[in-house]
């Protein structure tokens, strides 16, 4: 329990927990933002209130997720100048434009068209509020780029040269467009985009599966395993593409992520480790489970590629290697399991579609279960693939550049432990009310008022079609 009284490794500690927290609710929030605006345009265009209350129902989810969002990003960037105060005035040149670019581009515009997202149904014309909700998912997905612009410098510092300690900027472009941005961004964007759509099929699921709305989500739920079918799948070869960058960009996380020791020969093939126990100590595995020669295919995509081994990156320099291990096969562990479902529910709708109906949809008990298991499976996908990528940059906070150790403050031990213990504290409390509201929005179920009329008929539109479960539910009310 050394590290108890270790102010670095607190920091450290501290801000993983701020982020793997915080990275459980904005992924939503950008992903829903363009379900919203897809559903949106659907029912301006149609009139159909069936993508109405659509939108009304899943923003109800996405106001959860954006609330948390920002509660629990503001001590992120405090973070910085508390914890981490050598590192931000060594790189605040960049880090602190590029997060002012966030703030300034990207989360005020988001925040700005939000109210009337929100509370403008009334109040607006259809037009006018489309319009808000576009610039919301459009501020949601500009503040994920800036977001990993920063992330990626750290991961592949370029644009700049280290003088006096002090990173001075030589190339504005080079910085911000870093070699990990198009694998970064693009892994990251795609995986708010999947876990959105998993959310969505799990929550259909659930309802299905209680046989509450059938008419309302069974349509939903066959639209988004649709989607997934493509998604899913196009997320893995996003990964790998990433995955094979780092042979070049970071080739000591890549040794660490699959527990590669010894550097094959040429002419010979690097083999890779399923499974392993990896000892960082006497630098090898205890045990392994590894199929010949198949490193070397899937990081070079040659079977004899040379595959740079942690025993060539000097001891000082080597991240740790049983978390990113794990934690990426984790991540591909849960990915697999969504592409699986995606197959095996599309297989199932085209082989009984005549049996798949709505009143019939809700028999298939194992497969709604699956979908509402996939839920958890994504966010440890989520969770385990931010650990990859983060405990994997380590030691270095601006990879090859500056050490974590050369940009944490110097904070006592114990100062830094109780403010450890109060965000532990502070997320629980935050966590669970967040889960009870999510969980009282499901409970209540979606809400079928009629959408607003008179701004239509003032602006001269026809007024909106009712689908034939909204029909149904007002005659019943009446």
């Given at each position: 329990?050394?590290?108890?009284?270790?102010?670095?490794?607190?920091?450290?500690?501290?801000?993983?927990?701020?982020?793997?927290?915080?990275?459980?609710?904005?992924?939503?929030?950008?992903?829903?933002?363009?379900?919203?605006?897809?559903?949106?345009?659907?029912?301006?265009?149609?009139?159909?209130?069936?993508?109405?209350?659509?939108?009304?129902?899943?923003?109800?989810?996405?106001?959860?997720?954006?609330?948390?969002?920002?509660?629990?990003?503001?001590?992120?960037?405090?973070?910085?100048?508390?914890?981490?105060?050598?590192?931000?005035?060594?790189?605040?040149?960049?880090?602190?434009?590029?997060?002012?670019?966030?703030?300034?581009?990207?989360?005020?515009?988001?925040?700005?068209?939000?109210?009337?997202?929100?509370?403008g149904w009334r109040r607006v014309g259809p037009k006018t509020h489309l319009?808000?909700?576009?610039?919301?998912?459009?501020?949601?997905?500009?503040?994920?780029?800036?977001?990993?612009?920063?992330?990626?410098?750290?991961?592949?510092?370029?644009?700049?040269?280290?003088?006096?300690?002090?990173?001075?900027?030589?190339?504005?472009?080079?910085?911000?467009?870093?070699?990990?941005?198009?694998?970064?961004?693009?892994?990251?964007?795609?995986?708010?985009?999947?876990?959105?759509?998993?959310?969505?099929?799990?929550?259909?699921?659930?309802?299905?599966?209680?046989?509450?709305?059938?008419?309302?989500?069974?349509?939903?739920?066959?639209?988004?395993?649709?989607?997934?079918?493509?998604?899913?799948?196009?997320?893995?070869?996003?990964?790998?593409?990433?995955?094979?960058?780092?042979?070049?960009?970071?080739?000591?996380?890549?040794?660490?992520?699959?527990?590669?020791?010894?550097?094959?020969?040429?002419?010979?093939s690097a083999p890779w480790a399923l499974l392993a126990w990896p000892n960082?100590?006497?630098?090898?595995?205890?045990?392994?489970?590894?199929?010949?020669?198949?490193?070397?295919?899937?990081?070079?995509?040659?079977?004899?590629?040379?595959?740079?081994?942690?025993?060539?990156?000097?001891?000082?320099?080597?991240?740790?290697?049983?978390?990113?291990?794990?934690?990426?096969?984790?991540?591909?562990?849960?990915?697999?399991?969504?592409?699986?479902?995606?197959?095996?529910?599309?297989?199932?709708?085209?082989?009984?579609?005549?049996?798949?109906?709505?009143?019939?949809?809700?028999?298939?008990?194992?497969?709604?279960?699956?979908?509402?298991?996939?839920?958890?499976?994504?966010?440890?996908?989520?969770?385990?693939?931010?650990?990859?990528?983060?405990?994997?940059?380590?030691?270095?906070?601006?990879?090859?550049?500056?050490?974590?150790?050369?940009?944490?403050?110097?904070?006592?031990?114990?100062?830094?432990?109780?403010?450890?213990?109060?965000?532990?504290?502070?997320?629980?409390?935050?966590?669970?009310?967040?889960?009870?509201?999510?969980?009282?929005?499901?409970?209540?179920?979606?809400?079928?008022?009629?959408?607003?009329?008179?701004?239509?008929?003032?602006?001269?539109?026809?007024?909106?079609?009712?689908?034939?479960?909204?029909?149904?539910?007002?005659?019943?009310?009446?």
């Amino acid at each position: 329990m050394d590290w108890l009284h270790d102010s670095e490794m607190l920091s450290r500690v501290q801000f993983g927990v701020n982020a793997v927290f915080h990275i459980l609710w904005p992924p939503l929030t950008i992903g829903l933002a363009l379900v919203l605006l897809g559903t949106e345009t659907a029912w301006v265009k149609t009139r159909n209130v069936f993508y109405y209350h659509h939108t009304r129902f899943w923003t109800k989810i996405f106001l959860i997720n954006f609330g948390v969002g920002v509660v629990t990003g503001i001590p992120m960037e405090f973070a910085f100048g508390t914890n981490w105060a050598p590192f931000s005035t060594s790189s605040g040149d960049f880090m602190g434009n590029i997060l002012g670019f966030e703030t300034a581009m990207a989360f005020m515009l988001e925040a700005g068209f939000l109210g009337i997202m929100l509370f403008g149904w009334r109040r607006v014309g259809p037009k006018t509020h489309l319009f808000a909700t576009s610039m919301v998912a459009f501020g949601s997905s500009l503040s994920a780029f800036w977001i990993m612009v920063a992330n990626s410098w750290m991961q592949t510092p370029a644009g700049v040269k280290l003088v006096n300690g002090k990173f001075v900027i030589t190339d504005w472009f080079a910085a911000v467009f870093n070699p990990d941005l198009p694998h970064g961004f693009g892994h990251m964007f795609m995986a708010c985009i999947e876990l959105s759509l998993v959310v969505m099929a799990g929550v259909s699921a659930y309802y299905l599966l209680a046989g509450r709305h059938k008419e309302f989500f069974q349509p939903a739920f066959k639209w988004v395993v649709l989607a997934l079918f493509f998604v899913a799948p196009l997320q893995i070869i996003i990964g790998d593409s990433a995955g094979g960058a780092l042979e070049q960009t970071q080739p000591a996380k890549l040794a660490a992520i699959e527990a590669h020791w010894k550097t094959n020969a040429a002419g010979t093939s690097a083999p890779w480790a399923l499974l392993a126990w990896p000892n960082r100590a006497q630098q090898k595995n205890d045990w392994e489970v590894s199929i010949p020669d198949a490193l070397s295919l899937v990081v070079t995509h040659t079977l004899h590629g040379k595959v740079i081994g942690l025993d060539d990156i000097p001891r000082a320099d080597q991240p740790p290697v049983m978390v990113p291990f794990y934690a990426f096969r984790v991540m591909v562990a849960a990915g697999v399991f969504v592409v699986l479902m995606a197959f095996w529910t599309l297989w199932r709708l085209w082989r009984k579609r005549e049996s798949m109906s709505a009143a019939r949809i809700g028999e298939n008990k194992w497969l709604l279960r699956g979908w509402m298991l996939a839920i958890p499976a994504i966010y440890t996908a989520l969770e385990a693939g931010w650990l990859t990528r983060e405990v994997g940059r380590q030691p270095w906070i601006a990879y090859g550049m500056m050490r974590t150790s050369q940009g944490v403050s110097k904070l006592p031990a114990d100062a830094v432990l109780w403010s450890l213990v109060m965000y532990l504290l502070f997320y629980g409390v935050i966590g669970f009310t967040a889960l009870k509201f999510m969980r009282r929005t499901l409970q209540h179920g979606p809400s079928f008022d009629p959408p607003p009329t008179l701004l239509s008929s003032v602006s001269g539109q026809q007024p909106p079609k009712r689908s034939a479960a909204d029909s149904a539910k007002l005659k019943r009310d009446h």
